[in-house]
């Protein structure tokens, strides 16, 4: 995917943070939530997300974006909260007009998905986590002397942060991709400056150390995939494991790698784009690329085996409604009939969220 065809906006949270987000593709939405620390822009050509990037946009509408505290977003907002980061999700998906819609959640960015899902569980069609946890640091650990360790280094990484000298964030960027090469190492470290200030980055890891996702985890109800790696450096296993076994219905599929960021010369990137290609709707080619907003939602809901009673009610529209979009799909698509359609649509990728 071309960076320069991706298109920034802005938008208000109900409590007055100015967001910016970024949409980019054709196809059934997803929306990749926000995390640590993104830029909407510098994403597109960092070695470090290019791949993620361009693999989410394949055969689907993408809206990213950058959440309070950091990237184009303001930077001086005064909540830095988990309930602020929903409320980011909230006015993006609002401001981009998606009725229903992915969810890709990375590390903290899973939990702030499911929060959402669990809020909004009729405009969440699919949710899929990779390198995720329930608790965050500051809960999970066994011990005073592990939580005191974490807060040491993020003291440390807020002294150091400004400093010419990048060995405090090339320890950060290590962690995230421990067999990460020079470039992609040098790339995590500049976005880190480029992202956010001491400050905030302090602030953004202290809150999600303290993230606890156990209360609302369990009320998610749409089809949900975790993904994670097994040896990941910066969140455990574990962590991933026991946030999968809280959604009902969740699968849990473990990676062989040490990344919390995949690198895509590694075998676990094979692997996960297999899983993400069999999970998240798609479009496969030109055809199924002329297909409307509307008519690419209401094939996911015919894949899924609704009736048009059923869609019209779900998308609150009559039945005359759904039976013309339905014409024009069948045009489009080159069939005749509904079992046909649902067909070509489940080998798309529609459905998976029946």
Same mark, same amino acid.
């Given at each position: ?22 949409? =980019? ?28 990037? =361009? ?150 890891? *202290?809150?999600?150390? =303290? ?111 759904? *039976? ?31």
């Amino acid at each position: 995917m071309d960076p320069a065809r991706q298109q920034i906006r802005f938008c208000t949270t109900s409590d007055g943070v100015r967001i910016a987000w970024a949409a =980019a593709g054709k196809g059934p939405s997803v929306v990749r939530v926000s995390h640590w620390l993104t830029h909407i822009e510098f994403d597109w050509t960092s070695p470090v997300w290019r791949h993620f990037l =361009a693999e989410l946009a394949r055969g689907r509408s993408l809206v990213r974006y950058d959440s309070r505290g950091c990237g184009l977003s303001d930077w001086d907002a005064a909540d830095l909260s988990f309930d602020g980061w929903v409320r980011d999700l909230e006015a993006v998906v609002d401001a981009a007009g998606l009725e229903r819609f992915a969810l890709f959640g990375v590390s903290r960015g899973g939990a702030i998905a499911a929060a959402y899902a669990a809020k909004h569980p009729q405009r969440v069609t699919h949710l899929l986590c990779y390198g995720a946890f329930a608790q965050g640091a500051f809960l999970c650990a066994r011990s005073q002397a592990q939580r005191d360790e974490h807060e040491s280094a993020i003291r440390l990484l807020e002294l150091g942060w400004e400093r010419e000298n990048p060995a405090t964030r090339q320890m950060f960027a290590t962690l995230m991709q421990p067999d990460g090469t020079p470039e992609q190492h040098r790339s995590f470290i500049e976005m880190m400056r480029l992202a956010t200030s001491a400050k905030n980055a302090g602030r953004l890891l *202290r809150e999600t150390a =303290a993230l606890d996702a156990r209360s609302f985890a369990s009320k998610v109800t749409c089809p949900t995939l975790v993904l994670h790696a097994r040896a990941d450096a910066r969140v455990p296993l574990e962590q991933a494991r026991l946030l999968a076994s809280l959604i009902p219905g969740a699968r849990f599929v473990p990676l062989d790698s040490a990344s919390h960021i995949l690198l895509e010369t590694e075998p676990a990137w094979a692997e996960f784009t297999a899983q993400l290609r069999n999970f998240l709707p798609h479009l496969e080619n030109a055809t199924y690329g002329e297909l409307s907003a509307r008519e690419t939602e209401i094939l996911e809901l015919i894949a899924q085996g609704l009736a048009n009673r059923d869609i019209a009610a779900r998308l609150g529209v009559t039945e005359k409604t759904v *039976r013309n979009h339905i014409n024009s799909i069948f045009a489009k698509l080159q069939v005749r009939t509904r079992a046909q359609a649902i067909v070509r649509a489940r080998e798309a990728g529609f459905g998976s969220a029946g």
